[in-house]
């Protein structure tokens, strides 16, 4: 039986976020694209005009529909970074 109060997380195995923190999936994809082709992709102002990763982590907490559009963008990413990886692995 389990017991009130503990903080055991729920299994999420769909969810591909789930145990990722908004800093890691914003760190890798500003190291995957650099800060001019992630605002090219999701054009904010806080990836296009003096980015930095406070400014945005900032903004993208305050912002439900920046947050989804990365998050988006960081799991097709990731789907895009494993086919790749398995098409180079079949030959």
């Not at 591909?16 to 760190?27: F, T």
Request: proline residues 7%; aromatic residues 8%; hydrophobic residues 30%.
């Amino acid at each position: 039986m389990a017991e009130y109060g503990t903080n055991t997380p729920t299994p999420q195995p769909n969810n591909p976020l789930h145990g990722l923190r908004l800093i890691d999936i914003l760190e890798f994809l500003q190291s995957k694209y650099g800060w001019k082709k992630l605002g090219e992709k999701i054009p904010i102002r806080c990836f296009t005009h003096d980015p930095s990763l406070n400014s945005s982590l900032k903004f993208l907490r305050k912002t439900d529909w920046a947050r989804t559009k990365v998050e988006a963008l960081y799991i097709r990413t990731i789907e895009l970074d494993q086919a790749k990886q398995a098409k180079s692995g079949q030959g």
